[in-house]
């Protein structure tokens, strides 16, 4: 019996195939070959290290929707990796806060932004940080963000949203009295 679906040609295994029989193949840092054609392995999604760098490697940009995850009420999102941060482009808590509420509903199926049916929603304003970041490109395309001063060229209003973990020393809440 064939195997029609790694053997059908376009698939990613039949033109494996046909470049390492060509020599045409690149090999991944994470040790995986990939067909000449492809410009990002096809299991880590690294940039194949024979590429040149694009143009705008290291530019300083304002990112548009094509480079965010989502727009919610005119306010761009993305997450940060997979610790569960994410940044809104606005420096308004109120906005942002209601923008990464939806973008943590719809796109990771939460029920709400600190993935807590119970909690109040205001309590994710300990997690906001607003500020402003410059947006870098890297080589593969990608994004890199960076907390900048107000007035550094390029940078633009964000509002960061940190992962919840235990409630900010200013805001704990003592069950016996402090003395000051």
């Avoid at 965010?68 to 993305?78: H, I, N, P, T």
């Avoid at 808590?93 to 199926?109: F, P, S």
């Avoid at 509002?159 to 200013?170: D, K, L, N, R």
Wanted: proline share 8%; with cysteine; charged share 25%.
């Amino acid at each position: 019996m064939t195997n029609t679906t790694h053997d059908a040609p376009g698939s990613y295994w039949y033109e494996l195939a046909a470049d390492q029989r060509a020599g045409r193949f690149w090999k991944c840092r994470c040790g995986e070959a990939n067909p000449g054609t492809y410009d990002t392995c096809y299991f880590c999604q690294g940039p194949n290290p024979t590429e040149p760098p694009a143009d705008d490697t290291g530019r300083v940009f304002t990112p548009t929707r094509d480079d965010m995850e989502d727009c919610y009420d005119g306010v761009l999102v993305a997450s940060l990796g997979d610790t569960g941060d994410s940044i809104a482009l606005i420096g308004d808590k109120r906005q942002a806060l209601e923008a990464l509420d939806q973008y943590y509903r719809r796109v990771c199926g939460q029920p709400n932004l600190l993935d807590d049916p119970d909690a109040d929603l205001r309590d994710a304003y300990y997690w906001l940080d607003c500020g402003h970041a410059l947006f870098t490109r890297r080589a593969d395309g990608g994004w890199t963000v960076t907390a900048a001063a107000e007035d550094t060229p390029g940078a633009v209003p964000v509002t960061w949203f940190h992962t919840p973990g235990p409630v900010p020393e200013p805001y704990t809440r003592h069950d016996t009295a402090q003395i000051w």
